[in-house]
């Protein structure tokens, strides 16, 4: 059984569907991608999952435990958590309070020895000093994801990980996801950068409408023509 | 003399000046301020707690002291317990109304959190004034002297002076180690951005509502000190305007650095008593205050002040670099 088992998940805004039944598996040993249009559901999927959002009628199991409608707080304590949209810090304290929080409150164990050893594996090392307000915006979100590996998650759901980055340091970053499996962390992500979707991602899955248009391999997910009329429009 | 050590010694002439006040006060009535500046601070802490390190301001503050100020004096008439028994009872009662206003006020956040605790405070003078018997009314309540413990005399003005200041000490110490702890850091985070803070795995619901019961223990102190030292209470003690007086008063000061909520009582509280400036005029001169200090000083004049100090530091370093250069012919 998967670690994540998510069934017939539906949400509403007003008039709007975003999830309107979505069925989804995720493994911890392959890298999960999550692509669609904007306004597809794929940050409220995330959303609904995290407890940020009630889902309106659907199942969410964890690792064996239905967490719908769990609050944030406690679904991140089971070891699975999410990163943000936008570049999220606690912008007045230092880069190692920002990390030494999230640190503080782990229930796992981290496959780390500690807040320092994680901002060396995310190159933050020098900044650790600096308040996280001052970074610039490559290290902001690098300090996104090493506040999340310092909670020691099972799972990490990560929403536009690449967004604003340049070419360079979207590669870097994605490097450095790759080797998440590896230390026993999973990874789903969602993205609009196809390079490094085709890049980090074994298993691919496409929204529409708040629905499952297609799942699969990565690359015939890619090659899938509803996909390509849909999101893609062109062959990549 | 480095920074760090002028602070030092700067902090223990003015601790020593705090302690020796009674003994070279000027008047009776100077002293007397000091006590009722001392009492607001106590809560202007614990405001600085909730404001300063959880991010969370409330402008009802002032009926939490009431809440204490009334426990403290319905368990004298009623059941006999004195000054000593009241002090841990009218935190906890204070603590616990705090809880009682949070549950359904901290669902919101910002500026509709604060109309909250400002109605709140409304309504307890409300309540207060209408309560027959059990609150006395508009006319208020009596208290007895708070006696002797230890064989001290706490009915004199210097003791009680003494007393009031070992509490405010004590509260000062509190904030302090709160700020230290692990717990001020995670209540830094959901100041800093609560979304954040319940993604890592804060509960910020909890911590924000303990945060509010903290404060209103403090609040709860202050409160029975200044009722036994006013030794006759009523509801208009703990109305609105009290409360927008203490939240101003920490707004001034300044709720991350140590001394700014004490800097905020003697600025609101002490000085225009002590220099006798016409109330109307000193409520117009902290409407205008507040709006620059917000304005230009939004970390409180403590802070501005620390501010300065090191910048004329660097000036001073700077000048004296220009001399030794001047003097060696460069």
């Not at chain 1, 570049?87 to 999230?102: D, H, K, R």
């Not at chain 1, 020895?113 to 290290?139: C, K, T, V, W, Y």
């Not at chain 2, 700014?260 to 001169?285: K, T, Y």
Request: hydrophobic fraction near 50%.
């Amino acid at each position: 059984m998967a670690a994540l088992e998510i069934s017939g998940l539906r949400k509403r805004f007003g008039g709007v569907e975003a999830l309107a039944g979505v069925d989804l598996s995720v493994t911890r040993d392959a890298i999960l991608g999550i692509v669609g249009p904007n306004g597809s559901g794929k940050t409220t999927l995330f959303n609904v999952i995290t407890g940020v959002f009630r889902p309106a009628a659907g199942r969410i199991v964890w690792e064996g435990h239905d967490i719908a409608g769990h609050p944030t707080h406690a679904i991140a304590r089971r070891g699975l958590v999410r990163t943000f949209q936008q570049a999220m810090s606690f912008p007045a304290l230092t880069v190692a309070e920002n990390v030494g929080i999230a640190w503080a409150r782990r229930r796992m164990a981290a496959p780390w020895a500690g807040p320092d050893a994680i901002l060396d594996f995310m190159g933050l090392s020098e900044q650790s000093a600096e308040p996280a307000g001052r970074l610039p915006f490559g290290l902001l979100r690098r300090l996104g994801l090493a506040v999340a590996l310092a909670t020691a998650p099972r799972l990490l759901l990560l929403d536009e990980p690449g967004a604003g980055l340049n070419e360079a340091e979207t590669a870097e970053l994605g490097e450095l996801i790759l080797q998440l499996p590896g230390r026993d962390i999973g990874v789903c992500l969602i993205d609009h950068d196809m390079a490094l979707m085709a890049r980090l991602c074994q298993r691919l899955v496409v929204l529409d409408f708040g629905t499952k248009i297609a799942e699969g391999p990565t690359r015939a997910v890619l090659e899938d023509p509803t996909v390509i009329d849909v999101y893609l429009g062109h062959r990549p | 003399m480095s920074g760090r050590v002028s602070g030092r010694v700067a902090s223990a002439a003015f601790l020593l000046l705090l302690v020796a006040l009674p003994w070279i006060s000027p008047s009776y009535r100077f002293l007397s301020i000091a006590i009722s500046t001392g009492t607001v601070a106590i809560t202007l802490y614990g405001l600085a707690v909730l404001f300063g390190q959880a991010g969370l301001m409330s402008v009802g503050h002032a009926a939490l002291m009431g809440v204490g100020a009334y426990s403290a004096a319905i368990l004298a008439l009623r059941l006999g317990i004195g000054f000593w028994g009241a002090l841990p009872c009218a935190m906890l009662t204070a603590a616990l109304a705090a809880g009682l206003i949070g549950l359904p006020s901290l669902r919101v956040s910002g500026h509709h959190f604060v109309i909250i605790t400002y109605a709140f405070c409304t309504l307890l003078t409300i309540v207060l004034t209408n309560g027959g018997d059990a609150t006395g009314g508009a006319s208020g309540l009596d208290l007895d002297p708070v006696g002797r413990l230890f064989g001290v005399n706490f009915d004199s003005v210097r003791n009680y002076y003494l007393l009031v200041l070992a509490a405010l000490l004590a509260a000062m110490l509190a904030t302090d180690l709160i700020a230290r702890s692990g717990y001020g850091r995670t209540l830094r985070a959901i100041r800093e951005n609560e979304a954040l803070a319940r993604a890592v795995g804060i509960n910020t619901a909890l911590h924000k509502l303990g945060a509010f019961m903290l404060s209103g223990a403090f609040a709860g102190l202050a409160g029975v000190l200044q009722a036994y030292y006013l030794r006759h209470i009523s509801p208009g003690l703990y109305g609105g305007l009290p409360s927008l007086y203490i939240a101003m008063s920490v707004m001034l000061g300044g709720a991350r650095v140590l001394y700014g909520p004490l800097a905020g009582a003697v600025i609101v509280n002490f000085l225009p008593e002590v220099l006798s400036i016409d109330p109307v005029d000193s409520r117009m001169a902290y409407g205008a205050g507040l709006v620059l200090v917000i304005l230009l000083l939004p970390g409180g004049v403590i802070a501005s002040l620390a501010d300065l100090g090191a910048w004329a530091a660097a000036l001073a370093r700077r000048t004296a670099g220009r001399w030794t250069q001047l003097a060696q012919g460069r």
